[in-house]
Each structure stands twice: as C-alpha cells, then as structure tokens.
Nanobody, 122 residues
C-alpha cells in the first residue's frame, strides 16, 4: 500500500504563490505516474496536473500558472502554483499509480493522499 502525504497548503492573497509537496512511501516511486487534483466545496474533484515518464499535462485553467515536477531521489512530487486566483481555492489531492502513462482522470489512479487546503483571498 502506497502512502501519499501532501503538505504546503495555506492561505495566500490573489496573485501570490504556493508550492505543494507530496511525499510517497514507495521506493519505486520513479515507476509511478503522479497527479494533482482539487476539489472545491460543492464541486466534483477535478484534474489539475500530471507527470510521468511521458511528460507533463495540465488543465487549461492552470496552464502557464502551475508547474508540476518530481524529485525521484526524494520520492516527492511538487506543484508550484503562481498567480493564484480565488477560484483556485480548493482541497488539493496528490494521486499515484504505477506506470508510465500520463493520467488525467480520477478513476485512473490507485492511491490518494489526504489532501491539503489552499485558500486564495481576493
């Protein structure tokens, strides 16, 4: 069972930046496709960004503002968020699945973290 632990959420003003981290317990982390999703109150969980050996992918709403990256030596995936907007407010979740394909749907991932709250004030 792979455990994923997110950190780095918080309260930030519009236009500010935050970096989320997701630490994985899996030693073969480099073999995992990883993703970030978010869920705002009353809304469904939505795709934000993904990374695998095939590259990276982003939701249109965050392209040019968010960057996903990973450090396989630290078993960690990151989400750098710049130019934050109030509509980015949500609980952000890290997800993982063994494999090399870029995954963008919630039902494609096997493992999930507990989530970290990001609140952007106007």
């Amino acid at each position: 069972q792979v455990q994923l632990v997110e950190s780095g959420g918080g309260l930030v003003q519009a236009g500010g930046s935050l970096t989320l981290s997701c630490a994985a317990s899996e030693r073969t982390f480099s073999n995992y496709a990883m993703g970030w999703f978010r869920q705002a109150p009353g809304k469904e969980r939505e795709f934000v960004a993904a990374i695998s050996r095939n590259g990276t992918g982003y939701a249109d709403s965050v392209k040019g503002r968010f960057t996903i990256s990973r450090d396989n030596a630290k078993n960690t995936v990151y989400l750098q968020m710049n130019s934050l907007k109030p509509e980015d407010t949500a609980v952000y979740y890290c997800a993982g699945r063994m494999g090399f394909v870029l995954l963008t749907s919630t039902n494609e991932y096997d493992y999930w973290g507990q989530g970290t709250q990001v609140t952007v004030s106007s």
